[in-house]
């Protein structure tokens, strides 16, 4: 199988295939799916998940997103705010539990 990334026409074949693969609420039937040459059905879906956001359903196959005023970019009503440290507080313990999954760290 090749671990180089997808070529363009390799992305074209993969979107012809899951349009002709389409269940009738939209979603991919990856078992009826043949597979590209040199990529496995995994990579294909993975690869699929990856650029699916480039890409809208329009009722019966996806097509590439275009720019239309509904896909502008949102802005983010949060503002960033900078993370820093307490200025006269510093670092007395620092523990990890349930291997390393939650870190403790305690200021005084």
Same mark, same amino acid.
């Given at each position: 199988?090749?671990?180089?990334?997808?070529?363009?026409?390799?992305?074209?074949?993969?979107?012809?295939?899951?349009?002709?693969?389409?269940?009738?609420?939209?979603?991919?039937?990856?078992?009826?799916?043949?597979?590209?040459?040199? =990529?496995?059905?995994? @990579?294909? /879906?993975?690869? &699929?998940? +990856?650029? *699916?956001?480039?890409?809208?359903?329009?009722?019966?196959?996806?097509?590439?997103?275009?720019?239309?005023?509904?896909?502008?970019?949102?802005?983010?009503?949060?503002?960033?705010?900078?993370?820093?440290?307490?200025?006269?507080? =510093?670092?007395?313990? @620092?523990? /990890?539990?349930? &291997?390393? +999954?939650? *870190?403790?760290?305690?200021?005084?």
């Amino acid at each position: 199988m090749k671990s180089k990334p997808y070529t363009t026409g390799e992305e074209r074949l993969l979107i012809k295939k899951l349009n002709e693969n389409l269940g009738s609420t939209g979603q991919v039937q990856w078992r009826n799916m043949e597979t590209i040459a040199g =990529r496995n059905i995994k @990579s294909m /879906s993975n690869h &699929w998940q +990856a650029i *699916k956001k480039d890409y809208r359903y329009n009722g019966t196959r996806y097509i590439l997103r275009g720019s239309t005023l509904f896909d502008a970019p949102r802005v983010s009503k949060k503002k960033d705010k900078a993370k820093t440290a307490p200025l006269n507080k =510093r670092v007395k313990v @620092s523990r /990890s539990f349930l &291997w390393g +999954a939650v *870190k403790v760290t305690r200021y005084e």
